[in-house]
């Protein structure tokens, strides 16, 4: 038995050619200096797992009050009961233990077992299917010239993604700051589907704070234009909001994204009947095993479950089921290069290809970090056991 011996946090400095406005939402910007950490769990034989993170979601007492404790000395292959000791810590935590940082661990921990026994994690996970269609997430909408500042630039960009292979495209529309409406949506999603015609799916994530009236009239012109999928128009608190909602639509509700609770929160969706297409993020709902636990429960009544968000983790639960079928690919832009990875990855994980993406093949998560890179803009590090 290899036990954990390390667990230890690298923050290094790299480049990002994107900026987050005052409510969370990214949009592309000028080359800037940024934070990036990496997770490095190593146990007794040697084998090493990592997972990128935020700085502030692995600070150092996360790691060394919660995580570290919770995982040194234990078999590193343990990755059920691993995640049940971490998340159980959740609870005295006071809030300092997030999903974020419970998913970073699990993550960590796939990464090292495939890693060590020489397996991509969604064939260590069950092993579906090798590749899935992307779709083309957009960011949100600004005010940016030649951007995405309105319908005609929405419906411009969405002719482009179609021409690079995407059948499906995801619009993000007009959220705070930017001034937004149920009306400019509305105008957005339709130039978009006279632009790209009625063939290619489409799936709109519109303001997430619409009252019901405003939700219910958004999604019924969504109806009209065949959408594949409406997503968080509401609170998703208001669990009831929503089963009000897929009740009067033919649009199929996705959902809960944010909503915290982990697999459970996602069973409480689905018995309320509060959506048609289940959601779960690797990365928002503490990591590849909850994310698989609400992959079943979807399976279990006969539900799809897309999975949020773009990254290895995502993929690798993607490849392990047959529930889903999509790809996020994001976040697009007209002024930006998804293609071109960051400095300190070697290439991205999901090169697009005939409009599909191909799960990773190397041991592992696939993540092709430049370990060489990191080392040299290494700004510190903590965590437990030698360094």
């Not at 909850?290 to 079943?296: E, F, G, Y």
């Not at 990855?345 to 409009?355: E, T």
Request: with cysteine; proline share 6%; glycine share 10%.
């Amino acid at each position: 038995m290899a036990v954990v011996e390390r667990v230890i946090v690298t923050v290094f400095a790299t480049v990002t050619k994107s900026v987050v406005d005052g409510h969370g939402h990214r949009h592309p910007g000028p080359p800037r200096e940024v934070r990036e950490a990496l997770l490095a769990i190593t146990d007794s034989d040697g084998a090493t797992g990592y997972c990128l993170a935020a700085p502030d979601t692995v600070r150092e007492a996360v790691i060394t009050s919660h995580i570290g404790p919770a995982l040194m000395g234990q078999d590193s292959l343990d990755r059920e009961r691993l995640w049940h000791r971490v998340a159980r810590r959740q609870r005295g935590a006071q809030g300092n233990l997030s999903d974020r940082a419970l998913s970073a661990a699990d993550q960590a921990l796939w990464d090292l077992a495939g890693r060590k026994l020489g397996l991509p994690v969604w064939k260590l996970l069950g092993g579906a299917r090798s590749e899935v269609p992307a779709y083309a997430s957009t960011m949100c909408g600004d005010d940016i010239p030649g951007g995405l500042a309105t319908p005609e630039d929405y419906a411009a960009f969405a002719k482009e993604l179609v021409s690079r292979g995407y059948r499906g495209i995801k619009l993000h529309t007009w959220m705070p700051p930017m001034p937004y409406g149920v009306d400019r949506d509305i105008e957005a999603c339709a130039a978009v589907r006279e632009a790209v015609g009625p063939d290619v799916a489409l799936m709109l994530d519109s303001n997430h704070w619409y009252s019901r009236s405003e939700a219910l009239a958004l999604g019924r012109a969504l109806d009209e234009l065949n959408f594949a999928w409406y997503e968080e128009p509401m609170e998703e608190a208001s669990v009831q909001s929503y089963r009000w909602l897929a009740d009067q639509l033919r649009t199929p509700i996705l959902g809960p994204e944010t909503s915290w609770g982990k697999h459970m929160a996602r069973a409480e969706w689905v018995a309320a009947g509060a959506c048609d297409i289940l959601r779960v993020g690797v990365v928002g709902s503490g990591g590849i095993i909850p994310a698989i636990k609400a992959v079943h429960l979807a399976e279990s009544f006969g539900m799809d479950c897309e999975i949020h968000g773009n990254g290895s983790g995502a993929l690798a639960v993607i490849g392990a089921t047959l529930c889903g079928q999509w790809y996020e690919r994001g976040l697009l832009h007209p002024h930006s290069n998804y293609d071109t990875p960051a400095p300190h990855l070697r290439s991205i994980v999901d090169p697009l290809a005939d409009g599909k993406v191909r799960m990773p093949d190397t041991p592992g998560l696939g993540d092709d970090l430049d370990m060489d890179y990191i080392a040299s803009r290494t700004v510190t590090s903590w965590g437990t056991g030698s360094q």
